[in-house]
């Protein structure tokens, strides 16, 4: 039997689902739903498994939830005494929360607009809605209990559903997840608008500095003060250095947020790659690796002359650029290094072919020169990943699909040329589901 039985399910929640189901470990508990029993058996498809997922939500039911009322009928809106709006980051649990208070036996009250659903029960011995909006989740209160702070009451209530979908979340969804995404079961939120935002910015601050960036004359005014003169001398003098220097320090993070962009971009682009549907493919093992191997995942080998030269700008992006200024080189990863070569005998490591004294200090990390090549090396990249089918796809935020059968489907469509087509019914269909129709 499991080990909590069933004696301490409240009577209501056993008579709504009439769910003593026996299996090789005898007992389901009563308060878990059809809807649960079949998403865990069909998700997990082992017995003992799902018997232990079912344990989860009767021991949720036992401690978090433990005085949890059904209800029959709709709330009273005119009764509601408090509200309070759970955080921002509560809607991760969206789903769980629903799945346990249906479980519970809460009562799904009608919804329109901006509503995904609104839930009816009681809990600590009050009237409670739990609804899931546009704006968030709320939780709200109904009918006042003399001697009870309404607004402490929600508090307490809001922190015990928090710890119960935690706990949902911990020991019955987290063991489940790594195989999950290994297997490709999973949708990749789709964040390159937001790594694209950043690498546009600090492609905006290098070209405003250019454009400010003109030459001042030294004052020829006389103010009786030499050492002033003087100072002004030497800080236009010094002005050309400095520019270069804060030029270099906008172009570290230019790279930096350039390559976040790239590798997100890259798995996103895998959800339309034959890669995906390979035996043994694993999107744990996509979502970990380094740029050139995510590269051959989104655009399988063997490559044509276009998509050749695309990974070959990148691999210059991240010799040239990348690798020395991200991972601690301060310019290039041999210069400003004293070798002892023979006993006795010194000399600076170099490159004998592109001598630079960006090693010595106040040197830009990069020269102006470099800064035009990296910038260059940018639009080349940026155009030749616009030339992907599903680029738009991606540039647009939509989710990617990772399981097999919508991989397939891409693949479809890409074969017959429908991408176009498929990235705009996609991004109606998100729109309508983000307006929840």
């Known amino acids: 039997m499991s080990q909590y039985g069933t004696a301490a399910v409240p009577c209501g929640l056993r ?15 009563a308060v878990v739903s059809a809807e649960y029993l079949a998403a865990v058996d069909e998700a997990v498809g082992d017995e003992e498994q799902a018997q232990a997922g079912a344990d989860v939500v009767v021991g949720i039911f036992h401690r978090q939830l433990r005085d949890f009322g059904a209800a029959d009928a709709a709330s009273d809106e005119h009764e509601r005494v408090a509200t309070l709006k759970l955080p921002v980051s509560a809607v991760a649990y969206e789903p769980l929360f629903a799945l346990l208070l249906r479980t519970g036996g809460a009562f799904d009250e009608p919804v329109s ?12 011995g009050r009237s409670c809605q739990l609804r899931w909006s546009k704006s968030g989740i709320r939780l709200n ?19 015990r559903l928090l710890s119960a979908a935690k706990s949902f979340y911990v020991r019955a969804v987290k063991p489940r997840l790594d195989p999950s995404i290994a297997s490709g079961q999973a949708i990749v939120m789709n964040q390159v608008p937001r790594y694209r935002g950043m690498v546009d ?18 004052s020829t005014e006389h103010d009786g003060d030499a050492s002033a003169a003087v100072l002004r001398l030497v800080q236009h003098s010094l002005r050309p250095m400095y520019e270069d220097q804060d030029q270099a320090y906008r172009a570290t993070a230019l790279v930096a947020g350039y390559f976040a962009w790239v590798q997100h971009l890259l798995v996103i682009l895998t959800a339309f790659s034959p890669a995906a549907t390979n035996e043994g493919f694993s999107l744990t093992t996509l979502l970990r690796a380094p740029w050139a191997v995510q590269f051959d995942f989104a655009y399988p080998p063997p490559h044509d002359t276009a998509t050749k030269q695309l990974k070959d700008d990148l691999g210059e992006l991240a010799d040239e650029f990348r690798n020395p200024l ?26 004998p072919d592109a001598l630079t ?27 030749g990943f616009a030339q992907h089918p599903f680029y738009r796809w991606a540039a647009q935020g939509l989710p990617a699909d990772f399981r097999q059968d919508a991989v397939r489907r891409a693949l479809m469509v890409r074969a017959s040329g429908g991408a176009a087509a498929e990235t705009a019914a996609a991004s109606d269909a998100c729109d309508d589901a983000s307006n929840w129709g």
Not at 201 to 218: L, V
Not at 331 to 343: C, H, K, L, N
Not at 364 to 382: C, E, K, N, S
Request: no cysteine; glycine share 10%; aromatic share 6%.
């Open 15 to 29: 008579a709504r689902s009439g769910l003593l189901r026996r299996s090789r470990v005898m007992v389901r508990p």
């Open 141 to 159: 209160l109904f009918g006042s209990v003399e001697g009870r702070d309404d607004d402490q009451d929600a508090a307490a209530i809001g922190k």
């Open 201 to 218: 910015f600090h492609r905006r601050t290098i070209s405003d500095a250019d454009a400010a960036a003109t030459e001042a004359e030294p």
């Open 113 to 124: 607009g901006p509503y995904g659903w609104s839930l009816h029960f009681s809990l600590s």
């Open 326 to 351: 991200l991972h601690g080189g301060g310019g290039r990863f041999a210069d400003g290094v004293m070798v002892e070569w023979a006993p006795g005998h010194q000399v600076m490591a170099v490159n």
């Open 357 to 383: 004294d960006q090693y010595m200090l106040l040197q830009p990390a990069l020269t102006h020169d470099q800064v035009v090549h990296l910038l260059d090396l940018v639009d080349r990249i940026d155009h």
